[in-house]
């Protein structure tokens, strides 16, 4: 039991003050609870003496009275802190989270599916956050109510507050072994509960996939699997709760059953004055109550503590930004010198090396799968290279902290996400300060001022989540118009111009080729009328820079740009015969 407290004011963070006084509030709200047999006993002793004092009713009115007052008020601010503390602690671990996946290498969302993030930072935190704080004060508070009723039965007779007591011992011993039973399934249950997330996250990503090639018994089979697997590890952890459950209800019928019989007992043999052993036998009834009450909740808290682990889990992963610092650099020149770099065993960069000068742009052609996506990520450290380094401005780019360094990097992908915002704030998403003004004035230079205007709410529209109710186009352009309005000395265009239709390219081109004015600019594209005006193209092949230098000078070479070259060209001067 320990050990689980330990882990929850761990995860609870700067929160940690919060959950100590909801536990203090709860300890209060028990002394609260033990006074109501102070007011019996004045009762009950009232009674068995036939005094008819009026004063009595009064006193023990009082005694209730307070004890109720101090309940309800304790209850309520107990009840407040335990709410704040699970939706703060929950929503620092969300920032927590997502400030260190900006830090961690991409490798590392390869191995971890999206769907598992997905259900850490919902489904698991949710648990924590609707019951963590709950179910441990309700614990702790059945645990302290408890206590103080067995100090109040110690007081009226130590025989008795003694058997009561090794009753409340053998009660958590027993939860103590219940817990402990559950701390391996419940990680195997939160293990099966976030595969049931991820494959309904997939199912839903892929319906196209799924309706366009008749799969949708074979998902929903998948699904169906994942479902029964939840359903059985569950029921593995509540059958093996049962046995130390059962424990439990013995202990407490046992233990009332002996106060009852050892009250009257001591009465009988006149040990005991009759109103102590009315209060006693009253006792008897109440003072496992709470601590069954909390029994019941403790069996929640190893689910919980594997929801925290879970959490945590993340933390385990090395951040790529420990020993960073805030760095301008000298200029944008950018250098690969003898970079090495593979994905697991395959090797995609070997030894290779080249400058790229700032204020130049540079064109990067190849094979699908030679590496040149790669070779742009590693320029913005989405990986770190094997061997070799590289540069900007005479700076490893493994000393710069992450933010600095991207503050010098915009980068438009070929696959473009867009979040579910307006339309405006989408293209200020790399330059949160900026106006109205400069965001039209850069819409208008990716070629989307047009259809944005067109739109019911203009700028102010709110599109769906990964600008899904935007066409391939106008998802490119908007991209390229947040890449413009961040204004960083590099950037990285990785097949800019594949989803843009024909009657904008031109616009569009002659928009990108205004960049390379006091940019260093580089550029992955397979069509010619992108590569051609480059400053330097690079053809990768085979892990290696095979050929260099200007579309003049690589034209007249035999290789695989000139066979780029040709290959393009026949596919734009098919024809049919007629």
Same mark, same amino acid.
């Given at each position: ?13 700067? #929160? ?52 109720? &007052? ?25 920032? *927590? ?47 302290? +109510? ?113 106060? =009852? ?28 109550? $709470? ?21 945590? @889990?993340? $933390? ?55 590496? #040149? ?18 540069? &900007? ?16 990097? @915009? ?14 704030? +989408? ?16 819409? #208008? ?33 908007? @991209? ?5 309005? #961040? ?27 205004? =960049?390379? *004015? ?7 594209? *397979? ?5 051609? +005006? ?42 049919? +015969?007629?």
């Amino acid at each position: 039991m320990y050990g689980t407290l330990k882990k929850i004011f761990a995860f609870a963070g700067s #929160k940690k003050g919060l959950l100590k006084k909801s536990l203090l509030f709860a300890f209060l709200s028990g002394l609260f609870s033990a006074m109501q047999f102070a007011a019996l006993f004045v009762v009950i002793g009232a009674l068995v003496s036939d005094n008819r004092d009026g004063s009595i009713v009064w006193i023990s009115l009082g005694i209730m009275a307070v004890s109720l &007052i101090g309940r309800i008020i304790t209850t309520y601010f107990s009840t407040m802190e335990q709410t704040e503390t699970g939706y703060c602690m929950v929503a620092e671990k969300r920032i *927590h989270i997502g400030d260190r996946l900006r830090y961690i290498p991409m490798g590392y969302f390869n191995k971890n599916s999206i769907g598992n993030i997905t259900a850490i930072v919902t489904t698991t935190l949710d648990d924590v956050e609707n019951s963590a704080a709950r179910v441990l004060v309700s614990v702790l508070g059945g645990f302290f +109510n408890s206590v103080a009723l067995v100090i109040v039965l110690l007081i009226f007779d130590w025989w008795i507050g003694l058997v009561a007591a090794v009753g409340v011992l053998l009660y958590l011993a027993a939860a103590e072994l219940a817990l402990r039973k559950s701390a391996a399934l419940s990680s195997v249950r939160q293990h099966t509960q976030e595969s049931l997330v991820e494959s309904v996250l997939e199912y839903i990503q892929g319906m196209g996939i799924v309706k366009a090639f008749g799969l949708e018994r074979d998902s929903t089979q998948s699904i169906g699997n994942a479902i029964q697997a939840s359903c059985r590890d569950n029921l593995k952890l509540t059958k093996a709760s049962v046995p130390y459950d059962a424990i439990k209800q013995v202990v407490v019928r046992v233990f009332s059953v002996l106060l =009852l019989l050892a009250s009257v007992w001591f009465w009988l043999d006149g040990s005991l004055p009759l109103a102590y052993g009315l209060i006693l036998v009253i006792a008897s009834f109440m003072v496992f109550n $709470d601590l069954e009450n909390a029994g019941n909740m403790a069996s929640l808290l190893q689910m919980l503590v594997a929801s925290m682990d879970t959490a945590n @889990s993340i $933390d385990d992963t090395p951040i790529m930004d420990e020993k960073g610092t805030d760095i301008t650099p000298k200029s944008s020149e950018i250098v690969f010198d003898k970079v090495d770099f593979s994905y697991a065993d395959r090797k995609i960069l070997d030894q290779v090396s080249f400058t790229i000068p700032e204020k130049t742009t540079t064109a990067i052609v190849g094979p699908s799968g030679a590496g #040149k996506t790669t070779m742009c990520n590693l320029i913005a450290r989405f990986w770190d290279v094997n061997a070799g380094k590289i540069t &900007i401005g005479g700076t490893d780019v493994r000393d710069f902290k992450l933010d600095s360094l991207m503050k010098n990097i @915009s980068m438009v992908f070929q696959s473009v996400y867009l979040f579910a915002d307006t339309i405006e704030n +989408n293209i200020k998403f790399g330059c949160p300060d900026a106006t109205h003004e400069q965001v039209v004035e850069a819409a #208008k230079k990716a070629c989307c001022h047009d259809f944005i205007s067109a739109l019911p709410e203009g700028y102010d529209t709110v599109i769906g989540e990964g600008g899904g109710t935007l066409s391939g186009g106008e998802k490119q352009r908007i @991209s390229i118009a947040r890449a413009m309005l #961040k204004n960083a000395p590099i950037i990285i265009l990785d097949e800019a111009t594949s989803s843009v239709d024909p009657e904008n390219e031109d616009e569009l081109q002659r928009a990108i080729e205004a =960049l390379t *004015h006091d940019k260093t600019i580089i550029m992955i594209a *397979h069509r010619l009328k992108t590569v051609r +005006n480059a400053d330097q193209i690079l053809v990768l092949d085979n892990t290696h820079i095979v050929q260099r230098g200007t579309h003049a000078e690589l034209i007249q070479q035999k290789g695989l740009y000139a066979d780029f070259v040709l290959t393009r060209q026949e596919a734009i001067g098919w024809k049919l +015969n007629q």
